[in-house]
């Protein structure tokens, strides 16, 4: 996920469940990307590194996200916006990507709300191996 391009729909309630990490996946943040963002372990699929990436827009880790970005692409900041909130995350598929590979692509629908209203963000991310490790290379946003 790179510097977003939004669209708003109208308002709908949408709530995470707190004890699920922001990902999706059913355990504690902690115990989840937590473990990513501290850099106590590594993503080992380029799925693990999409999902630790919005997890770390919905905690608004920056630097998880400046470091996970490939070098070549990385911005000055992530463009983290302070009054939007990520909601949920929808992995729609995947290519490539898993550890015997160096390129994968990641497609999603990241959810958010923002000022009383709710959108989303549809994009297939690609990412690589920067010297061992996945990071997110670039991405083509969709509706
Ligand atoms: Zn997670």
């Known amino acids: 996920m790179g510097i ?16 699920s990490c922001p990902c999706g996946l059913p355990a504690a943040y902690a115990d989840c990307c937590g473990r990513l963002h501290r850099g106590q372990t590594r993503a080992t699929t380029a799925e693990q590194l999409m999902r630790s990436r919005y997890s770390a827009f919905a905690v ?3 630097a998880y996200l400046l470091r ?11 463009g983290l916006d302070p009054g939007l909130r990520w909601v949920r995350l929808e ?8 550890a015997f590979h160096t ?21 297939n991310s690609r990412f690589v191996r920067h010297e061992g490790a996945w990071v997110y290379l670039d991405g083509v946003t969709g509706d």
């Open 4 to 19: 977003m391009s939004r669209r708003t729909r109208r308002p709908r309630p949408a709530r995470p469940t707190p004890a």
């Open 103 to 123: 390129t994968g692509t990641v497609e999603f629908r990241a959810h958010y709300t923002q000022g009383g209203g709710t959108g989303s963000l549809h994009e």
């Open 60 to 62: 608004g880790d920056e």
């Open 91 to 98: 992995i729609l598929g995947t290519t490539e990507g898993s």
């Open 68 to 78: 996970s970005w490939h070098p070549t692409t990385r911005p000055p900041g992530a």
